[in-house]
């Protein structure tokens, strides 16, 4: 497996807290992902990551912020957590990136459930 | 925009009869597909590319742009096939994602 570890890998919290998961790469990739996997819905974009300090936003990126101070660290926050972000959180990583068809590395996943 | 399709959420076959699941997608440039899988208990991978042509695990999948297709398929499926399976097309920097087919070989 690629180095990604996504932390934490459960979480139970109420409807209005901050919640922040952390993504952490070994690999040195230049390109990351935050997914949300949802039944019916499949994979959706939440945002990504194409450099330090450079991100954009994904599909489904309202409630959602994210940062990137360092190569191997990609942080996604819900400011104020709904019931509607209960979710199964991917982190995903790429060396080539997207325009040049590079395979993408995903961690384990992360559990939320928001009360 | 981007938008791939996957019409089967469910798809149930015998061990030994061929498997296909569907794929169809929206761009309006030149696509790059792809086709993810997701074993129990294992992190989302990747089975194949179109640019690649090859088969892996015994699938193939061919690009059909008159379809707007990328169907994936394997003439007879094994027991270690159940997985969820996700279609994915790459352009804008992204890659987006289907919702994903639930396959589930029987004995």
């Known amino acids: 497996d690629a180095g990604i570890t996504q932390s934490p890998r459960h979480k139970v919290t109420e409807t209005g807290t901050p919640v922040t998961l952390r993504c952490h790469q070994t690999?040195?990739?230049?390109?990351m992902y935050w997914y949300r996997q949802d039944p019916g819905h499949g994979l959706r974009l939440i945002h990504y990551?194409?450099?330090?300090?450079?991100?954009d936003k994904g599909e489904v990126s309202d409630g959602y912020s994210v940062s990137r101070s360092k190569t191997e660290d990609f942080l996604l926050t819900l400011e104020s957590a709904t019931s509607s972000q209960t979710s199964v959180y991917f982190c995903?990583?790429?060396?080539?990136?997207?325009?040049?068809?590079?395979?993408?590395?995903f961690g384990e996943g992360s559990r939320l459930t928001v009360l | 925009a981007q938008r791939v399709t996957q019409p089967e959420k469910l798809l149930s076959v015998f061990k030994g009869a061929p498997v296909e699941l569907k794929c169809n997608y929206s761009y309006s440039g030149s696509p790059e597909l792809f086709w993810y899988v997701q074993y129990s208990r294992q992190r989302l991978q990747l089975l194949l590319r179109h640019i690649s042509r090859e088969s892996i695990k015994g699938f193939t999948a061919d690009l059909n742009k008159g379809e707007t297709s990328f169907h994936l398929k394997k003439p007879f499926a094994q027991e270690e096939d159940s997985a969820m399976y996700y279609c994915a097309l790459e352009g804008a920097q992204k890659l987006v994602f289907g919702q994903g087919t639930r396959l589930t070989i029987n004995p």
């Open positions: 995903a990583i790429s060396d080539g990136g997207p325009m040049n068809t590079g395979e993408l590395f």
């Open positions: 690999e040195n990739h230049r390109y």
């Open positions: 990551s194409y450099g330090v300090k450079d991100t």
